[in-house]
């Protein structure tokens, strides 16, 4: 009786921001503006510090990936999240959905550790000015954000992949308005406490261990100043 209830997924339904139909076109223009002020702004950044040979210097290298890293999520949810507002039944596609989940996860990891990268960069100016130009060479600066790129898109595959095997029951309802990882995971039939668990650890080891290269680089920065 529970095969019955197994299902084969080729398309998901989004819930999407709202399910009030006067809010629809209101919620489309605001959305859509600010998605258009985020591609122009990080677009002209990301422009500006590659094209201006004045600009090629470790701060602007690592002032640009942030841009690029808001660039990317944004381009991932907004565009289909605005085509939801004006389309009666809010579909994605499974390899859509899978695509959106593992950019998402992806770009999410990889802004935690180029903010460590960019403290790291600040500890180094101000602790450091004498070897700052030894120190924060072209190759460690490019194995600075290689290297969270690399780390976030084998998470951000595993993820995915474990989760998008799975065997899907019941609804293939999505409550949220792009593919997560955590509203999938309650429409699973198998495997979901052990994603559950490893997203808890995984997401706490990133978080904590950013946070104190952080928080550790700017007490460096304090100590040095006073």
């Known amino acids: 009786m529970g095969q019955q209830n197994l299902t084969v997924l080729t398309e998901f339904i989004l819930t999407g921001v709202t399910r009030h139909p006067e809010l629809q076109y209101p919620l489309l223009r605001v959305f859509l503006l600010i998605y258009m002020i985020t591609v122009v702004g990080n677009l002209g950044m990301i422009i500006l510090t590659k094209m201006d040979s004045r600009l090629h210097?470790?701060?602007?290298?690592?002032?640009?990936?942030?841009?690029v890293i808001d660039l990317g999520n944004s381009t991932v949810i907004c565009p289909k999240m605005l085509v939801?507002?004006?389309v009666d039944k809010n579909t994605i596609s499974y390899y859509a959905c899978a695509t959106q989940m593992a950019f998402f996860i992806l770009f999410t990891i990889s802004e935690l550790f180029i903010l460590s990268a960019m403290a790291y960069y600040c500890y180094v100016?101000?602790?450091?000015?004498?070897?700052?130009?030894?120190?924060?060479?072209?190759?460690?600066?490019?194995?600075?954000?290689?290297?969270?790129?690399l780390y976030s898109t084998l998470q951000s595959l595993m993820f995915t992949i474990k989760t998008l095997t799975s065997i899907?029951?019941?609804?293939?309802?999505?409550?949220?308005?792009?593919?997560?990882?955590?509203?999938?995971?309650?429409?699973?039939?198998?495997?979901?406490?052990?994603?559950?668990l490893m997203l808890m650890i995984f997401?706490?080891?990133?978080?904590?261990?950013s946070l104190l290269v952080?928080?550790?680089?700017?007490?460096?920065?304090?100590?040095a100043i006073f």
């Open 57 to 67: 210097t470790p701060m602007y290298f690592f002032i640009r990936h942030p841009a």
């Open 84 to 86: 939801n507002f004006v």
């Open 125 to 149: 100016a101000v602790c450091n000015p004498l070897l700052y130009n030894v120190i924060m060479s072209q190759r460690l600066c490019h194995v600075l954000v290689g290297v969270p790129y």
């Open 168 to 196: 899907f029951c019941g609804s293939n309802v999505i409550s949220h308005f792009y593919c997560d990882d955590v509203p999938l995971l309650s429409m699973l039939c198998s495997n979901s406490q052990e994603i559950e």
């Open 203 to 209: 997401s706490a080891f990133n978080l904590i261990s």
């Open 214 to 223: 952080v928080l550790l680089s700017y007490l460096l920065i304090l100590r």
